[in-house]
């Protein structure tokens, strides 16, 4: 009866109508070999019931060990990747997938190993993952997402990167997903999918940047002086590069702008990557203070008011 039973657990979730008539008649033959000679019935029973629980030992051992090992394959897939100097979104991406397909891998096991026919359940899971697959088409759209990040690269572990309206360093991609940490700490998960298909703005993927700083001064500055007590203060930081550098230029000065209000000298400088924000910020704290020292005036939106 018990080896019935197992045997018929795909069958039943298939066809609920049919392994019900046939349980029932199963029942009724076994309460009638009962009736008949009991002691044999209950032997082949216990002996049944004792198959049973050796089966479901052996799956338990399966299973502990299978789960043993796919933390082992996971830990030695991660480890010879980062010996390779791979990419840590190309690794945490490898190593969920291979964790989820050998897990995947195991259950089917572990059921075979309880006696259950893996060719039913084999046919029953298809249609149920076609099934799934159309429920759940948005996480399909992320896996292939997440596949074609990997192969193209627009980002690496690491880089900053602004993308579906958030600014953030990029800290892991796994099969679904990519998540960011902003500047201010937080952790935004962005769905593969929609962030392959997106604009990516990459702030890290070039080695220079360039910056420019536009300042409004008033009308009758001496420009010249200017841009020369400028290019000074300027040319004492350290991280501008005052030498063309693959795709930087030297730096540049200029008047870029003239209107009622302000004459705007533009200095344009370029830096590495990864002291764009220091200097952004020193930069024009600098230029702000020791202009102002130097006598030159910053211009003020005038606004008009004419009598009526």
């Known amino acids: 009866m018990l080896r019935f039973l197992l045997q018929a657990v795909p069958g039943a979730i298939a066809n609920p109508d049919s392994t019900l008539q046939a349980t029932k008649e199963a029942t009724k033959a076994l309460v009638a070999t009962i009736k008949e000679d009991p002691n044999t019935a209950l032997q082949t029973l216990g002996q049944n019931a004792l198959q ?34 791979t990419d840590k979104a190309i ?24 006696g259950i026919n893996t060719t039913s359940l084999a046919a029953l899971l298809a249609a ?15 896996f292939a997402g997440g596949i074609m990040l990997i192969i193209f690269k627009p980002f690496k572990a690491g880089d900053l ?18 998540k960011l940490l902003t ?29 420019d700083i536009d300042l409004p001064f008033e009308h009758g500055t001496d420009v010249e002086k200017l841009i020369d007590t400028i290019k000074g203060l300027v040319a ?19 008047v870029c702008d003239i209107n009622k209000d302000a004459v705007t000298v533009r200095t344009r400088i370029w830096c590495k990557a990864e002291n764009y924000w220091p200097l952004y910020f020193d930069l024009r704290k ?23």
């Open 183 to 211: 500047v201010d700490n937080r952790v935004i998960v962005l769905p593969n999918g929609a962030l392959s298909a997106g604009t990516i703005d990459n702030y890290s993927q070039k080695p220079v940047r360039r910056l």
């Open 91 to 114: 690794i945490t991406f490898t190593s969920s997938l291979v964790s989820i397909t050998l897990t995947v891998l195991l259950i089917v096991i572990v059921i075979s190993t309880l």
């Open 161 to 178: 990167i602004e993308a579906q309206g958030y600014l953030g360093t990029v800290t892991e991609v796994n099969i679904v997903s990519t």
């Open 52 to 85: 049973f629980g050796l089966k479901v030992l052996a799956a338990i051992a399966v299973y502990i060990i299978g789960a043993w090992l796919i933390k082992k394959i996971k830990n030695a897939v991660t480890k010879s990747m980062e010996r390779k100097k």
């Open 236 to 254: 004492k930081d350290e991280r501008v590069l005052t030498e063309p550098l693959g795709e930087a230029d030297g730096p540049f000065y200029a």
């Open 128 to 142: 149920g993952g076609m099934a799934i697959g159309m429920a759940l088409s948005g996480t399909v759209q992320n």
């Open 286 to 308: 600098v230029l702000y203070s020791e202009l102002g020292k130097a006598g030159f005036k910053f211009a003020a939106s005038r606004v008009e008011v004419k009598n009526s």
